[in-house]
């Protein structure tokens, strides 16, 4: 059973900046950030391979948000900057037990507690 631990959630004006970050107890393959606003299904933010070579955004976040992963620290990265209050919302991070990308929640077998993200206008 793997463990993940959001961190970095808080309070932002627009056009700020906040880095997200998700460490797991072992070692991981695929990963992705989801988040979650009040009254609206889980969606998908990114989502990274194992290696790193492989990335996929939504595209409300597209050159806004990156995402990284450092193996060696078991942990995964969401850069996120030139944020907007519509960026607002619970964001989770997700382990799946493959190597290849995926974007629905469906597919990852490991959750996060979440972090909260509120960006200010």
């Known amino acids: 059973q793997v463990q993940l631990v959001e961190s970095g959630g808080g309070l932002v004006q627009a056009g700020g900046s906040l880095r997200l970050s998700c460490r797991a107890s072992?070692?991981?393959?695929?990963m992705g950030w989801f988040r979650q606003a009040p009254g609206k299904e889980r969606e998908h933010v990114a989502a990274i391979n194992w290696t790193g070579g492989s990335t996929d955004y939504a595209d409300s976040v597209k050159g806004r948000f990156t995402i990284s992963r450092d193996n060696a620290k078991n942990t995964m990265y969401l850069q996120m900057n030139v944020l907007k209050p519509e960026d607002t919302a619970v964001y989770y991070c997700a382990a799946r037990s493959t190597k290849i990308v995926a974007t629905s929640p469906a597919l990852y077998n490991y959750w996060g507690q979440g972090t909260q993200v509120t960006v200010s206008s």
């Open positions: 072992a070692r991981t393959s695929a």
